[in-house]
């Protein structure tokens, strides 16, 4: 069932015993943000984005306690958790809190304001929000400095300094902040996120009353600093752990919920009630998410909230695949001898699987690529793979799927005499080679004359590749032949993506091969390079006179 902060919209009343709470609300409500086209360009805040403002600011502790260091009016929460779906308007929301505690009514005289990113461009994101609001209200401009090259605002009157960094944490040892935002810690990596990380709760402590949020979207895997946060709150807001000082407000939806549900779109984006995100967007994203694994992981992640099992996701609905399993026809392999073939070529380093896949442009539909594949195994190998793969190398080889090459490593001269086979049976326009292990293999059968192209593995080339070899299963315009050894090669492949929401093809952290779907995605990239268009001069119908009648 999916998980929500009831509080946001049960319509209880959040306490406010000394009117902090309300005073943040009309503080805001006055200012402007050049974003909102209506008359006056009003700053307006949601329901949920309310609400959540209210009990940081307004919910305080009405007795002191002596033992705890509580005094009356301190926060009651020091640390809050905002996990939401994209479009949700995070950033507006976290550069609203920031600006409270700028210039905010209840700001601390002499306090720092700090926002932290994993990344520059994602610093630099919720800084620009706060420094357009600033910019395009003068009665903030006139009192407040904003200096762009080291992204920092002040406001010299209250000698308060907002200051937006990214995954450096030596750097900000010393500072005294009142509130710390990290955004979208899902994207924080390695060494560098932690050790930013950890700064900034060291600084919690060195003053009363500092706020640590965390706003960020579902993210991946389970071994990182985004999951143990994630697990902790959602923990908290469940009632698993209790933590009087620590506020969860997460809106994801459930790994058995039904993803497809509009009605659950609207209950984990709390934004929907008030026209965003939008909910035809959503339809839209939909019709991908039903037909591509890879695209339903991004709709359940994104726009749904759900923290993913795996940092990767699969390549594609295995079930899309199989519809291009229908076996091939003599009549349509006699047919492809004469149409352009291009060649993909995945060599294994010793005694791995090596695999040749060719494409050609399928005659029978325009848009459609039909490959077939063959794989090779050292002979000596098979019993150890048939254990560490978990898959019938041997009686794959019994059925012809794949060739036991004799001795411990593959044989590169066999690999070379099936390409020379394929170049005599086949129009083979361009052999394509990974040169980190084919280099030498393929230096030679140049010099003899068949057309190598190396094809390195680097996002430049193999992000387009993979996206040209998805969009073409996924259209239903991948015919394959049910070749099963293929078939596991792309059931192993996840996804990777870089900022740039390129994708590659990965196997992740199995040792599960992918030989052939990388091979596959060579041959389909150089055939969706190489279009050949059909030429009128070669139909049967052809009359060059009527061209000149």
Known sequence: MATIPAWI???SPIPDPFGHGERAIQFLRAMKHPKNSAPGHPFELSLFQERVIRRLEGDRHTVDDPDLGIRAGDRKFRRAFLGLPRGNRKTALCGALALLALRGPNRTPGSVVVSAAGAVEQARELFNEVKLIVEHDPRLGRHMRVKTTNASI???????TYRAVSANGR????KTPSLIIADELHIWKGTAGRELWDSLRSATSKIKNTVFVVATTAGAGQENLAYEQWDYALKV???????????PIIFAADKDDDWRDPELWKLVNPGMRDGYPDIGGFHADLALAERSASDRTRFQQYNLNMWQEESTSPFVDM????????????????????EPCYVGVDLSISDDLTAIVAAWRDPDDEEGFIVRPWFFLPEETIEKHDKSDGVPYGAWVKDGLVEAIPGPVVDQKRIAEVLRELCETYAVQEIAYDPARASLLMTALGEEGLPVLRFDQSW??????ADALKRAIVGRHFRHGGNAVLRWNFENVVVVRDRNDNIAMHKGKSKKRIDGAVAAAMAVA???ANEVTSNPLNSPDCDPASWFA
């Open 9 to 11: 919209f049960d319509g």
């Open 154 to 160: 002040t406001y010299p009157k209250a000698s308060t």
């Open 171 to 174: 750097v900000q040892h010393g």
């Open 237 to 247: 807001q469940r009632g698993e752990i209790i933590d009087p000082s620590f506020l």
């Open 319 to 338: 079930k899309v695949y199989d519809e291009g399993a229908a076996a091939f026809d003599a009549e349509l392999l006699e047919r492809l001898k004469g």
């Open 460 to 465: 430049r080339l193999m992000a387009p590749a």
């Open 526 to 528: 150089r055939a969706a």
